[in-house]
């Protein structure tokens, strides 16, 4: 009754900010559902999380069992599953990410809950929550509301929400697991680290892209380090790879390679046709070039207008400062 | 599946060379690949060879500029050689991305840019342009590319080209949205099967049109019409042709003057391959103000800027310097303000190499209706 | 394997200018070119190695209109068996939980082992198609995969998880799997193939075929309902940092870290 249920995130030892994001979330239209923040942690061993949780919500429940030592959605299907039935929330929050897409549509069926993925904000009116989310490679918005009955399911889009600080004292519940056996059908098996190695620019997350304006190869040096300050790999258009910048494989556009990363930074590219045939797609794209009327602009996120010798050095700056 | 590769030897009539090397003696990326035409003349009539030569990279690096073509003494063509080789691995299925991507967007969307149909006449906004109507007759039916259609870097041109055909005051008209590829490209790329398809649709729309002539923008264009359209009724010719003719009859009058040392970069698609070498000269040597040089590798010599043979997307591996650079090197020593082309694929690859050898300052790619469009009245 | 792929044909928007429609609830789309969903593109491609490496058959199933049909004989020439075309405009294909349920319709009524489909859909990005479809089939299920391999009546799949880290799991089959782009590349289909590729079965159904009632899927049994579409106030062209390039530099580092773009 006008409960928020909030499942907890968390992998290999490290509780992610998206729990505490999705927290203050609910903290935000708590008040006009009238009812309390609830949050779920389902793990093993991971009791710590439980108190910062408890920072967040009016009371965690803990499931704290050997058989949720990894990931396993139907595992944790089940359990939401059950404390759903169980504490009839009038909401239930789930994080989309890798985690929470592999589990939220599934739950949704199971118990016919009215179900909207992805939301980047969440309004109440008039006692009616008003989720948001984005369509169309998030160029409109678009909001809904719940026809149907409690409870409502959500999953909320990472850094949509700006986790605030802890102002909540709640009590830390252990429950059993409603879950008692393994789950035979899905098995974890084991996690694979990324590679260092030979790089594939079509499958890197971010990519820093050089063009003519750097002018010489040893200014290079000024964008590998802002790559490397964001785990970033560096590719360029043809111009930097026919001056011999950059190897052929790490051209962007359509004589060399088509891009999707989450992150373009387009630094001293102009922008031509053939180039952003290749970049055009990709999530957010950052382009930093001191000609106003640089054709990359028409696709960038983000414009900075500026000479690139001076942003670089201090963006690359900030970011090491940030990241700490 | 033997009758099959017994025609690739048929078709391309391998047996009929005598390896006497003159395709390879001409071919202008020789410099800096190594494509070795004669050898894949001679290594094909092994069929046992030929999927195995269709994954060599280098056929990649043919321009299909077709200098081979012009220059071989048995008539043979070496490069279709290589689009042979080509299409095998097309019909592989595994190809670079880029080239799949360019053929599937022909295919869906009749342009290999990736671009929707319905934005392909935004080039001509706010401007007074004609459109042809089917079944109508019309003297001068404007087809005008895909890449110039798209490329905002491009389409000034074809802006040109309208504004001095309203000048001129005669008889044209743009097809429009229905407008797609010429396919020429596709056919470079070794897409046989899309490419007839192309050819037949093209021709039915074409044909659609009670059009005394048609007139292409791109020198690919203008040679795939004339040369692989079989049944095209209307006759075709290439802009310059057109503006060559209308300022002879005084239709297109030349009202400013341009101080302008000018030399003109025979496109391989207008010159070498169609013999269409005296009319861009002849506009520019109209134009009051302007000197026009030569190169020394001028006419069927001029040296390929690299743009077409599916070079738009597919990238040499050579690192050694583009045949655009030494293009724009040349013509800086010659002392030219202005490089002057006439087509879309040679404004891209020049002016990108103009850019990469820092001449922007010293000197301008442009194409004869971008020089035309300033001087006209 | 007898293996499912479902596809959807979307619009490229990556450059378009979007414009809300009168109705408030859709966009003009007139200007918009389609084809396939390019996570489908990657599902498709998996099936057929999948079949060429151990047999069995791949059939296709789209939920849209004729003009779809083009996209469903490419995906056929690359190496399916079959597919069947749902049309029918009183789904209500906004809503995923409902588009689940006609997809897991047509699948029941025959034998499959797996079903893949992409992991997200570039017009809605709900990624959950795939997750909901397994469970109206009640079979186990993965999502983000980037890798799959097929064992004995099991597939070992890696799943992409964030920061460049993989997870391995083991399925039971039947199962079904939402499929990351990036794990294969996509062949081409050759216009010639594409003739061929004419006479395959391309069946389209409407409801009543799939013994499906209308309430079950339309709008207006939907359990949540779409108020409106806006254009959100931050510009949708570029948005412009202003300051000195040290003020710059300070602010887009701010918005990628804290911001969440990384």
């Known amino acids: 009754m006008g409960d928020i249920l909030v499942l907890a995130e968390h992998r290999c030892n490290e509780l992610r900010e998206v729990s505490f994001e999705m927290l203050t979330a609910a903290s935000k239209v708590a008040p006009q559902l009238g ?40 595992a944790y299907q089940k359990v939401m599953s059950e404390l759903i039935k169980q504490y009839s929330p009038e909401l239930v929050m789930v994080a989309h990410t890798t985690q929470g897409v592999d589990m939220a549509p599934a739950l949704a069926v199971e118990l016919n809950m009215p179900f909207v993925p992805d939301i980047v904000g969440l309004g109440a009116a008039d006692g009616k929550l008003v989720p948001v989310r984005l369509y169309y490679q998030g160029k409109v918005n678009a909001d809904f509301i719940f026809k149907g009955q409690a409870p409502y399911l959500v999953t909320v889009r990472e850094s949509s929400f700006l986790a605030d600080e802890p102002s909540k004292k709640g009590a830390v519940e252990k429950i059993e697991s409603p879950l008692k056996e393994d789950i035979q059908y899905r098995k974890f098996v084991e996690y694979i680290e990324a590679i260092a190695g ?52 790490r051209q962007v556009g359509t004589s060399g390679k088509t891009v999707k990363p989450k992150v373009y930074i387009a630094i001293g590219i102009s922008g031509a046709f053939q180039h952003l045939a290749g970049m055009k797609s990709a999530k957010t794209i950052i382009a930093i070039n001191k000609d106003p009327n640089a054709p990359i602009f028409s696709v960038a996120d983000y414009a900075i207008v500026d000479d690139l010798f001076k942003v670089v050095p201090k963006l690359t700056e900030k970011l090491k400062e940030l990241r700490k | 599946m033997n009758s099959e590769i017994q025609s690739f030897i048929e078709k391309h009539d391998l047996l009929g060379c005598i390896q006497c090397g003159r395709c390879t003696g001409g071919c202008p990326v020789t410099v800096r690949t190594n494509l070795n035409v ?54 592989s299925g595994v190809i670079q991305p880029t080239v799949r991507d360019a053929l599937e967007s022909v295919f869906q969307e009749g342009n290999p840019w990736d671009k929707p149909k319905a934005t392909r006449m935004d080039w001509k906004d706010g401007l007074d342009a004609k459109i042809a109507e089917p079944g109508e007759s019309v003297e001068n039916l404007i087809f005008v590319c895909c890449t110039v259609a798209y490329d905002p870097k491009l389409q000034g041109i074809a802006r040109n080209l309208i504004q001095i055909l309203n000048k001129a005051g005669i008889d044209y008209g743009l097809i429009g949205e229905q407008e797609t590829c010429c396919s020429s490209e596709v056919y470079n790329l070794g897409e046989a099967g899309l490419f007839e398809m192309m050819v037949e649709d093209n021709t039915e729309l ?51 003057e341009l101080q302008s040392k000018i030399v003109f970069h025979d496109p391989c698609y207008l010159g070498k391959q169609n013999n269409v070498f005296d009319e861009p000269r002849f506009i520019l040597s109209k134009i009051p103000g302007v000197s026009v040089l030569e190169f020394d590798r001028k006419r069927e010599r001029s040296l390929c ?73 | 394997m007898k293996t499912f792929v479902c596809i959807k044909r979307v619009p490229d928007t990556s450059e378009a200018e979007i414009k809300i429609d009168p ?47 083009v996209m469903i004989r490419m995906a ?66 993965a999502a983000m995969v980037k890798k799959v391999e097929v064992g ?111």
């Open chain 1, 35 to 74: 009812g309390e923040i609830v949050t779920v942690l389902i793990g093993s061993g991971v009791g710590s999380f439980a108190e910062k949780l408890a920072g967040y919500s009016d009371k965690v429940l803990f499931v704290d069992d050997p058989l949720f030592a990894n990931y396993n959605s139907e």
């Open chain 1, 198 to 249: 030979d790089v594939d620019i079509t499958q890197a997350d971010v990519l820093v892209a050089v063009g003519r304006g750097i002018k010489e190869e040893k200014n290079m040096a000024l964008i590998n380090e802002l790559a490397s300050s964001i785990n970033a790999v560096v590719a360029g258009s043809r111009a930097a790879t026919d001056a011999g910048w950059l190897p052929h494989d």
């Open chain 2, 38 to 91: 004669r050898r894949f003349v001679y290594d094909s009539i092994d069929e046992s060879m030929l999927d195995e030569l269709a994954k060599l990279p280098e056929i990649w690096d043919c321009t299909t500029c077709n200098t081979c073509a012009v220059r071989c003494p048995k008539g043979l063509k070496p490069v279709e050689v290589l689009i042979g080789l080509r299409g095998i691995l097309v019909e």
């Open chain 2, 206 to 256: 074409l044909n659609g049109y009670d059009a005394k002539r048609i007139v292409t923008v791109s020198p690919h264009c203008y040679s795939t019409f004339k040369n692989q359209y079989p049944q095209l009724k209307a006759d075709v010719l290439h802009y310059t042709e057109l503006c060559a003719g209308l300022l002879k009859d005084e239709k297109i009058v030349l009202t400013k």
């Open chain 2, 305 to 377: 800027c690299e743009g077409g043979g599916g070079k738009m997307w597919v990238e040499t591996e050579s690192r050694k310097e583009r045949l655009a650079e030494t293009r724009v090197k040349n013509a800086r020593e010659l002392g030219a303000d202005i490089l002057a082309v006439a087509c879309p694929f040679c404004v891209l690859t020049l002016d990108d190499a103009l850019k990469a050898k820092g001449l922007e300052e010293e000197m301008k790619v442009a194409d004869i209706l971008e020089i035309l469009g300033e001087v006209a009245g």
């Open chain 3, 23 to 69: 109705t408030g609830k859709g966009v003009d789309s007139s200007r918009f070119s389609f084809g396939i969903n390019d996570a489908d593109n990657y599902a498709v491609e998996e099936a057929v190695l999948i079949k060429e490496a151990g047999g069995g058959t791949v059939k296709f199933i789209c939920m849209g209109p004729q003009d779809a049909d």
């Open chain 3, 76 to 141: 056929l020439a690359k190496g399916g068996d079959s597919a069947i075309r749902v049309d029918d405009p009183r789904i209500n294909y906004q809503n995923p939980l409902q588009a689940a349920r006609v997809l897991a319709a047509v699948i029941k009524s025959d034998e499959f082992d797996l079903v893949l489909t992409g992991c997200m859909s570039s017009d809605d990005s709900n990624m959950s198609v795939g997750v909901a479809l397994a469970e109206e089939l009640g079979v186990p299920h």
């Open chain 3, 152 to 262: 004995d009546g099991i597939v070992k799949v890696q799943r992409e998880l964030e920061g460049g880290l993989s997870e391995v799991v083991e399925i039971v089959l039947p199962a079904v799997l939402t499929i990351q782009t990036g794990i294969n590349v996509p062949r081409y289909s050759p216009i010639r193939g594409l003739r061929e590729a004419q006479r395959k079965e391309l069946k389209v159904l409407k409801l009543e075929d799939l013994g499906l009632d209308e309430n079950s899927v339309n709008a207006a049994n939907s359990m949540v309902e779409l108020q409106k579409l806006y254009i959100p106030e931050v510009v949708s062209n570029a948005e412009i940092i202003e300051g000195e390039p040290e003020e710059k530099a300070e602010k887009m580092a701010a918005k990628l870290v804290k911001g969440g773009l990384l």
